[in-house]
């Protein structure tokens, strides 16, 4: 099973409103990553925790906040959000990369959260 | 730094023609991954394939080929006997092995639209 389960699948919201954006997998991995897409281009990575612990912080807006409560969860919360923030933001675990398993390092995604903000 | 160039923004083909997606990287690393996912209208990247930079062999999956070049940094796909259902966007990506774990390098994607 390869599954990453993300919710809502579409989100509208205004600058000044707070939400949150789920991302759940059963797959045993101990990566989770949010990246951000927007329309026409690939995806941006954005966060990254690895054992539950936030490893990568691609220098991303503070309005946006990363929470792993546990091994299988992963939130976005969004606060004050921009309209440039409309996106699509894509959730992805994989095994922890290191240097025996770097070949068993495959992301997989989950279906996304179409986030328009107004 | 890694780059990876699709140089393809878009491609259109009937049902049942072969088409073939080309990739580019650049990399200085000696150990380095290279993959394939695919998005569909729905928004869920698919992961296809991921290859390691010691293993050049070509890869067969039904009618998905891929065509690994060291030599000339490509790793190209090939869809045979198209379906609509092919209808995605392609993308490649790179991961390096030098302090890079964790980071994809996507290429810019390849739109394949395979008309009935």
């Known amino acids: 099973d390869t599954e990453v389960t993300q919710t809502p699948k579409h989100l509208v919201m205004g600058m000044t409103n707070k939400k949150s954006l789920k991302c759940e997998q059963h797959?045993?991995?101990?990566?989770m990553y949010w990246y951000k897409q927007k329309a026409k281009k690939p995806p941006e990575l954005m966060f990254v925790?690895?054992?539950?612990?936030?490893?990568i912080n691609e220098s991303v807006p503070s309005r946006f906040s990363p929470e792993c409560p546990n091994s299988s969860l992963l939130n976005l919360h969004l606060h004050a959000l921009q309209p440039e923030d409309s996106a699509l933001y894509l959730c992805a675990s994989s095994q922890v990369p290191t240097g025996d398993n770097l070949a068993k390092n495959i992301q997989y995604f989950g279906a996304g959260t179409r986030l328009s903000v107004l | 730094a890694q780059k990876v160039t699709q140089a393809q923004t878009e491609i259109s083909v009937v049902e049942k023609e072969d088409v073939t997606l080309d990739c580019v990287y650049e990399?200085?690393?000696?150990?380095?991954?290279l993959f394939w996912y695919k998005q569909p209208p729905s928004g869920e990247l698919v992961f296809l394939i991921r290859r390691n930079s010691f293993d050049e062999q070509n890869e067969i999956s039904g009618r998905y080929s891929w065509n690994f070049q060291k030599s000339t940094s490509s790793f190209n796909f090939t869809i045979t006997a198209s379906q609509v259902v092919d209808s995605a966007v392609y993308f490649c990506a790179l991961e390096g092995s030098g302090g890079s774990n964790y980071k994809l390098t996507f290429g810019k994607g390849t739109l394949l639209t395979v008309n009935p």
């Open positions: 990399t200085r690393d000696t150990t380095y991954y």
């Open positions: 925790y690895s054992y539950e612990k936030l490893s």
């Open positions: 797959m045993g991995h101990r990566a």
